[in-house]
């Protein structure tokens, strides 16, 4: 198994399939916003921006998977993504499950004065809407409760691949 994932580290559909499942997910984001008209929080803004992280960490892969270098970055880029993904998915979920005035999210975004996205970008990174604010639910889990189902897989199967890159290739492994 470790095998296989390393050499399928090393194949650049792999990355591609890793940046489009981050894609997917974007456009489902941003056709929640524009056509159902569901407003993004500051939590949601933030973990959009992580998605983007592992979009981007799909590319860098993808440019030359077989440079251990760039392999490497593009793995570091994708788990630091997962893990602060899941990290505000889990904190919207305990801003929507135990809703206080002291334990909210900002009111406005917080971007890096060299890098202002809500700026730049206002529809896609624009908050309007509160954190404890449930808009939406899918299969009685509610949008954050899915981000954390899904952050965790990127997360688990990022771990993996790191750990795949420490083995050899076994010569069999080249059948699949």
């Not at 399928?8 to 792999?14: H, V």
């Not at 760039?70 to 809703?99: C, D, E, M, P």
Request: proline share 4%; hydrophobic share 55%; with cysteine.
């Amino acid at each position: 198994m470790i095998q296989l994932l390393n050499f399928l580290s090393k194949k650049r559909i792999t990355w591609l399939l890793l940046a489009s499942t981050a894609f997917i997910l974007e456009s489902i984001s941003l056709y929640l916003q524009h056509v159902l008209l569901i407003k993004p929080c500051v939590l949601c803004i933030y973990q959009r921006c992580a998605l983007y992280g592992i979009f981007f960490s799909g590319l860098i892969g993808a440019i030359l998977p077989r440079i251990l270098l760039l392999r490497f970055f593009g793995l570091i880029t994708w788990l630091y993504s997962a893990w602060r993904g899941l990290q505000l998915a889990i904190k919207h979920v305990n801003v929507q499950l135990n809703s206080s005035p002291f334990f909210t999210c900002d009111l406005f975004v917080s971007f890096p004065s060299w890098l202002p996205l809500d700026h730049w970008l206002p529809s896609f990174f624009s908050a309007s809407e509160d954190c404890s604010i449930s808009q939406w639910r899918f299969l009685f889990l509610e949008m954050p409760q899915w981000m954390i189902i899904i952050f965790s897989i990127y997360l688990i199967v990022a771990i993996f691949f790191i750990f795949a890159q420490f083995s050899r290739i076994n010569r069999n492994i080249h059948s699949y």
